[in-house]
């Protein structure tokens, strides 16, 4: 089939003439019920721990591990999106919408983020970002957080009104999406103004989610450790979650091409080019850490000597040694070959190394920091690494599970993928014969 029939045949619609993900069959239900099984017992182990009450802020370490994971993972996704579009690429068409959709998750995250902010204490007489500015940071990261995930969900309705307004009932009645398409009728004017506000949206979103999570790193880590002046770690903390976030969308797109039935959209020159991508990530997460961690090391002062302890070779150190192995190590040997990087399986497989390997730093970061009870200019004892309890296990397990469990609902609620996108990409497309071979030319029309 030529791509132009293709593009006829698709048209602004997915497969069978729907606009949802193909038919969901038995696995899918099962895994819906089980993750939802899981998060009723996260918020179960979550209620638990909020009666023993906000006073020793050390036994909700890892409830502050959680949300930075989800944090690193969901709310950071939709930047793989806005920086893919910025790019251009054909092969990122089937990745835009899959990344958009995980700011449907910045909902739960900003619900597990209002308990988390009251942990913190107020900015004045203490060393912070804040320099006593009233109601800091309380107010202020919670209008951030806030206004963050307003960002990425406007980004995401943005982007799918094409596709909302082809969501037709029985009879070309438009649905409930349909009317919140209003008056889309895809004139030109139309889509330049969609394609604008896209950028703009994007651009805000990609601005907004580096500050927060400036914001972030520096209110629940680098203040609640005395001596801790680690003018590198919030830089640190976003170039993770790009890291992670690149790894969750490939990861969802395997899943998709595997069991979602889109092998036919989801191809090999989408995870060809993922695979590239993550292999940059990878060089600059061990860059942002080399830099932050080599000014302490050089230094050797007292009090950065225990911050060293504290995060890298001390009683965290079994954390670190496994963020370390499998956030660059093993992904970077692994990425180096072209045969790994360039085929399905491979990227996918680190990628889920990399968010496992995020997963344990989010763990030894946060348990540190909150484990920290003294205040003062310097550390003066290290207090040994957190050891979960059950209710730390179900509440992080129940985190893990809403992250997924909201992806799952969103998919029936909207395109997994970006149809129009899609078939724009089969309009540029034409094939033609280059000596005895046939390639496919992909016109560029920006």
Known sequence: MSPETAAQETSLEAPSGQTWLPKAGAWFWLATAFLATIFALGILAFILRWQTGWGDRRLWGYYAATFSFLFSTALTAPVVSVGLRIVG???????????????????LSFLWFLPLIRLIPPARGRLSIWY???????????????????????????????????????????????????????????????????????????????????????????????????????????????????????????????????????????????????????????????????????????????????????????????????????????LLFNPIRKSILGPSIVSVLVLLGTLFDRIRLFTASFSMTESGNAITRLPPARVPDWIDLFILLGGLSGLALTFLASIRLLPVLSWWEITEGLKLQAERTLGRKKVIMVAKPE
Not at 89 to 107: D, H, K, N, Q, Y
Not at 170 to 184: C, D, E, I, P
Not at 224 to 253: E, R
């Open 89 to 107: 690429g054909s092969w990122r068409r089937p990745v835009c919408r899959v990344a958009e959709l995980f700011s449907l998750v910045g909902i």
């Open 132 to 334: 006593g500015l009233a109601g800091a940071p309380h107010v202020w990261e919670t209008v951030a957080m806030a206004t963050l995930v307003a960002a990425g969900l406007a980004l995401l309705y943005w982007a799918s009104i094409p596709d909302m307004a082809r969501s037709r009932g029985g009879g070309g009645k438009l649905t409930f999406l349909g009317r919140l398409a209003f008056s889309w009728t895809g004139s030109g004017r139309q889509w330049r103004v969609l394609k604008a506000g896209l950028l703009l949206l994007g651009v805000f979103y990609l601005l907004m989610l580096v500050f927060v999570q400036s914001l972030f790193a520096s209110d629940f880590v680098v203040s609640l450790v005395p001596g801790s002046k680690d003018a590198l770690f919030p830089a640190y903390h976003v170039m993770t979650a790009l890291q992670t976030a690149t790894a969750l969308v490939t990861l969802t797109l395997f899943l998709l091409r595997k069991w979602g039935g889109l092998q036919d959209y989801i191809g090999p020159a989408t995870f060809k080019g993922l695979g590239r991508l993550l292999l940059v990530v990878t060089l600059l997460w061990f860059y942002f850490w080399w830099s932050g961690f080599i000014v302490m090391w050089y230094g050797r002062r007292p009090e950065e000597e225990l911050l060293l302890e504290l995060f890298v070779t001390g009683p965290n150190r079994p954390f670190f040694a496994l963020s370390l192995g499998l956030n660059f190590v093993v992904p970077f040997l692994l």
